[in-house]
């Protein structure tokens, strides 16, 4: 079984660009997070999706969406990047909406120039 | 804001000896608790969930849960050179479904 896929894994974008990252989760899981991890810091709640719908979002300016499609996979967008935007972006899936530990992709390194 | 508090560490240890991680957390309503291990450059990847207080072993690992006193442990014995990570601390809220992770413990494993 395919596990939590992410891409891509590096991206290097300059500030004010716009970036998308995409996340496929593990096959039969429904619900997809998104976390950012500073260097140095525990990862950061920013989006949860299950069914196709928002069911939580962290404190993150609005610069930041994301959507679900019907297959479950998932797009996290950031806006008007920002040096401080430059992080370790992952993905997690899980079965269900409660979540009982996650599985998390491999991530997205981002820098911001 | 819930609260997740780690020691950053390093901690050292020799192969082979018990190694103590400690997390504390602000929030008593809290009740899923898990440990992550994350190697330098790598993604999170999970070793433990407790949600019970009390111990809960897994061959070498074994987490502990006192909610009282708002503390999660994680204890690994016989510690091995690959255990060295960084370990995080997790809490994860029951009218919601994020986590809050804490700033994680670097662990180093002395051959």
């Known amino acids: 079984d395919a596990g939590v896929t992410q891409s891509p894994t590096h991206l290097i974008k300059t500030r004010g660009q716009h970036v998308t990252l995409r996340c496929s989760p593990i096959?039969?899981?429904?619900?997809v997070s998104w976390y950012q991890q500073v260097l140095g810091q525990g990862p950061q709640f920013i989006f949860q999706?299950?069914?196709?719908?928002?069911?939580g979002r962290g404190n993150f300016p609005d610069r930041f969406s994301a959507r679900q499609f019907p297959n479950y996979s998932s797009e996290l967008n950031v806006n008007a990047l920002l040096l401080g935007d430059s992080a370790l972006y992952l993905c997690?899936?899980?079965?269900?909406?409660?979540?009982?530990?996650?599985?998390f992709g491999s991530g997205t390194r981002l820098t911001v120039v | 804001q819930k609260e997740v508090e780690q020691n950053s560490g390093p901690l050292s240890v020799p192969e082979g000896a018990i190694a103590s991680l400690n997390c504390t957390y602000s929030d008593r309503v809290s009740q899923s608790f898990f440990w992550y291990r994350q190697y330098s450059g790598k993604s999170p990847e999970l070793i433990m969930s407790?949600?019970?207080?009390g111990d809960k072993e897994d061959g070498r690992f074994t987490a502990q849960l006192n909610k009282a006193s708002q503390y999660v442990s994680l204890l690994i014995r016989d510690s091995q050179p690959s255990d060295s990570a960084t370990y995080l601390c997790?809490?994860?809220?029951?009218?919601?479904?994020?986590?809050?992770f804490g700033t994680g413990t670097s662990l180093t494993v002395i051959p």
């Open positions: 999706y299950y069914e196709k719908e928002e069911r």
């Open positions: 407790i949600y019970s207080n």
């Open positions: 997690a899936s899980s079965l269900t909406l409660a979540n009982y530990g996650y599985t």
């Open positions: 096959s039969g899981h429904k619900s």
């Open positions: 997790a809490v994860r809220e029951d009218t919601g479904n994020q986590f809050y």
